[in-house]
């Protein structure tokens, strides 16, 4: 299977908003609701942030939301802030198994 | 407080074995599916490999099915990824990670730290 396609880097300063795109098919993104996105930190482990294309967990600021349309998935981080500054996974069913995209790293300005 | 701990990472040659374990707490391990997913240096995220609950439902990466074997022991809270014929490109720090539900078709809720695996002549 194909990782899905996220731009490889996305910034913007404090307080300001920023959108990350996650491109799969219709035997992923498109064709389920179990879309996920995940924080990463430097020499840490992943931290899920949306589960389910746009619900988030307990502890997860609600700066964080998350959309989809067709093929396409949405993740947005508003007001911005310096710790906000990660990279950023995007996952999805895939029918039989699940599929990462490329990661985008976010820079806070 | 979930806690996952991996272990079994070192350095192997191409074609050899390793078994990667990973010891889970502070949840009733058996109410939820796991899985495997690795990070190569200096690269992204890689699904492996998940199991179902009770361990009757197994799937794998296209990358390493046949040479695999993901397995579970719920008496000992534990998930098991063994690991043959590597090679190079199998080189990465493999978390185990919990799924949010009893099969792995959601999200990863809880990650280890990883164990690295390198594989080199």
């Known amino acids: 299977q194909s990782a899905l396609t996220q731009p490889p880097s996305a910034s913007g300063s404090p307080g300001q908003s920023v959108t990350i795109s996650c491109t799969g098919t219709s035997s992923d993104v498109g064709g389920y609701n179990y879309v996920s996105w995940y924080q990463q930190h430097p020499g840490k482990a992943p931290k899920l942030m949306i589960y389910e294309v746009s619900k988030r967990p307990s502890g997860v600021p609600d700066r964080f939301s998350g959309s989809k349309s067709g093929n396409t998935a949405s993740l947005t981080v508003s007001g911005l802030q310096a710790e906000d500054e990660a990279d950023y996974y995007c996952?999805?069913?895939?029918?039989?198994?699940?599929?990462f995209g490329t990661g985008t790293k976010v820079t806070v300005l | 407080e979930v806690q996952l701990v991996e272990s079994g990472g070192g350095v192997v040659r191409p074609g050899g074995s390793l078994r990667l374990s990973c010891a889970a707490s502070g949840f009733t391990f058996d109410d939820y599916g796991m899985s495997w997913v690795r990070q190569a240096p200096g690269k992204g995220l890689e699904w492996v490999s998940g199991?179902?609950?009770?361990?009757?439902?197994?799937v794998y990466g296209d990358s390493v099915k046949g040479r695999f074997t993901i397995s579970r022991d719920n008496a000992k809270n534990s998930l098991y990824l063994q690991m043959n014929s590597l090679r190079a490109e199998d080189t990465a720090l493999y978390h185990c990670?919990?799924?949010?539900?009893?099969?792995?078709?959601?999200?990863?809720?809880?990650w280890g730290q990883g164990t690295l695996v390198t594989v080199s002549s």
């Open positions: 199991i179902n609950w009770n361990g009757d439902s197994t």
């Open positions: 990670a919990r799924c949010s539900t009893t099969s792995c078709y959601s999200a990863l809720d809880y």
């Open positions: 996952s999805s069913y895939a029918g039989s198994n699940n599929v």
